[in-house]
Nanobody, 130 residues
Framework: VQLQASGGGLVQPGGSLRLSCSVS????????IGWFRQAPGKEREAVSC????????YYGESVKGRFTISKDNAKNTVYLQMNSLKPEDTAVYYC????????????????????????WGQGTLVTVSS
C-alpha cells in the first residue's frame, strides 16, 4: 500500500493549485481517501475526503466553498483543487487512506481521527504568499 502526494508549490493569495494523490496496492473503489494539512506549530487538520464506491465528498469548515476533491478510479488518483488560496492555507498537505470511509461530524464536516487512517503519503508543501 502506497500513497504519493504531489503538486504543491508557491502561489500568490487568491491563486489556485491542484494536488494529486496517486495510490497503489489497493483500489479507490474499496477505500476512502482523505486530505490533511499541518502548518508549523499547529495541529493536523482535516481538509477533505472522498468515499469509496459512492464518491461522496466532505470538507473541513475552513476550506468549504474553495476546495474541491475528486478522483479518477482508472488512474488510481485523487485530486484536490484548491482555489482562492489564503496565506493561512500554507501547510504541508498529506493524503491518507481512510478505512472509516470519511467520518463526519454533526455539521457534515470531515474530521481527523488517527484511528481511521492506516496509510499516509509523504506530504507536499503548499505556500501561499505574495
Amino acid at each position: 500500500v502506497q500513497l504519493q502526494a504531489s503538486g504543491g508549490g508557491l502561489v500568490q493569495p487568491g491563486g489556485s493549485l491542484r494536488l494529486s494523490c496517486s495510490v497503489s496496492g489497493f483500489t479507490l473503489e474499496d477505500h476512502g481517501i482523505g486530505w490533511f494539512r499541518q502548518a508549523p506549530g499547529k495541529e493536523r487538520e482535516a481538509v477533505s475526503c472522498i468515499t469509496s464506491n459512492e464518491g461522496n465528498t466532505y470538507y473541513g469548515e475552513s476550506v468549504k466553498g474553495r476546495f474541491t476533491i475528486s478522483k479518477d478510479n482508472a488512474k488510481n488518483t485523487v485530486y484536490l483543487q484548491m482555489n482562492s488560496l489564503k496565506p493561512e492555507d500554507t501547510a504541508v498537505y498529506y493524503c491518507a487512506r481512510d478505512i472509516w470511509n470519511c467520518p463526519y461530524d454533526y455539521s457534515g464536516n470531515y474530521y481527523y481521527t488517527s484511528a481511521a487512517l492506516d496509510a499516509w503519503g509523504q506530504g507536499t508543501l503548499v505556500t501561499v504568499s505574495s
